[in-house]
T-cell receptor, first 116, second 113 residues
Framework: DGGITQSPKYLFRKEGQNVTLSCEQN?????MYWYRQDPGQGLRLIYY???????QKGDIAEGYSVSREKKESFPLTVTSAQKNPTAFYLC???????????????FGPGTRLTVT | GENVEQHPSTLSVQEGDSAVIKCTYS??????FPWYKQELGKGPQLIIDIRSNVGEKKDQRIAVTLNKTAKHFSLHITETQPEDSAVYFCAASTIKGAQKLVFGQGTRLTINP
């Protein structure tokens, strides 16, 4: 059963604590992405990775960190430096390179993080 | 950078009628335009996309049109059904190695029975 999994579905943390969100894919995609979604708004890109051991900042990378040690995994750490961490976090993956399907991104089910 | 504006923010139509959602983009270099459907508490699902080398694409009750000159694209849903109720997002991407999607703000579509 191929797809993208994110865990946990709901996550609660106290202010000042770092928290790591999991994202795993078995679609053999090279590229992986993290987006943040706030109520009533569109998705904003946090970080993305096109290949193992390499990643780039998106539009709102401040207060976040990522790693890409395996093709299948792209965990996101929300640090205490992120001023407004409460949000719905979505992971996506896709192919890179040429071809009809190379543009498509597929999303996981998301993790709702609440920081109090 | 790219900016995508989406209208309307909410849309309510009678079952069986058509729904149209419109988006405009700012970067003339953008050449990929997907549409996503997001149900409550779930991740977005890709429903249709269009590349800049075509002006229209259709998949059953869903169609997307693209006007590169005016820099806008639209989603058309015909014969709407209750299960079409969801939030729809448009996005634009400039293909330069990575598909960095820039999303519109979303449209909450409600189909009234």
């Amino acid at each position: 059963d191929g797809g993208i999994t994110q865990s946990p579905k709901y996550l609660f943390r106290k202010e000042g604590q770092n928290v790591t969100l999991s994202c795993e894919q078995n679609l053999n995609h090279d590229a992986m992405y993290w987006y943040r979604q706030d109520p009533g708004q569109g998705l904003r890109l946090i970080y993305y990775s096109q290949i193992v051991n390499d990643f780039q900042k998106g539009d709102i990378a401040e207060g976040y960190s990522v790693s890409r040690e395996k093709k299948e995994s792209f965990p996101l750490t929300v640090t205490s430096a992120q001023k407004n961490p409460t949000a719905f976090y979505l992971c996506a993956s896709g192919r890179t390179g040429l071809g009809e399907a190379s543009y498509e991104q597929y999303f996981g089910p998301g993790t709702r993080l609440t920081v109090t | 950078g790219e900016n995508v504006e989406q209208h309307p923010s909410t849309l309510s139509v009678q079952e069986g009628d058509s729904a149209v959602i419109k988006c405009t983009y700012s970067d003339s270099a953008s050449n990929y335009f997907p549409w996503y459907k997001q149900e409550l508490g779930k991740g977005p699902q890709l429903i249709i996309d269009i590349r800049s080398n075509v002006g229209e694409k259709k998949d059953q009750r869903i169609a997307v049109t693209l006007n590169k000159t005016a820099k806008h694209f639209s989603l058309h849903i015909t014969e709407t059904q209750p299960e079409d109720s969801a939030v729809y997002f448009c996005a634009a991407s400039t293909i330069k190695g990575a598909q960095k999607l820039v999303f519109g703000q979303g449209t909450r579509l409600t189909i009234n029975p």
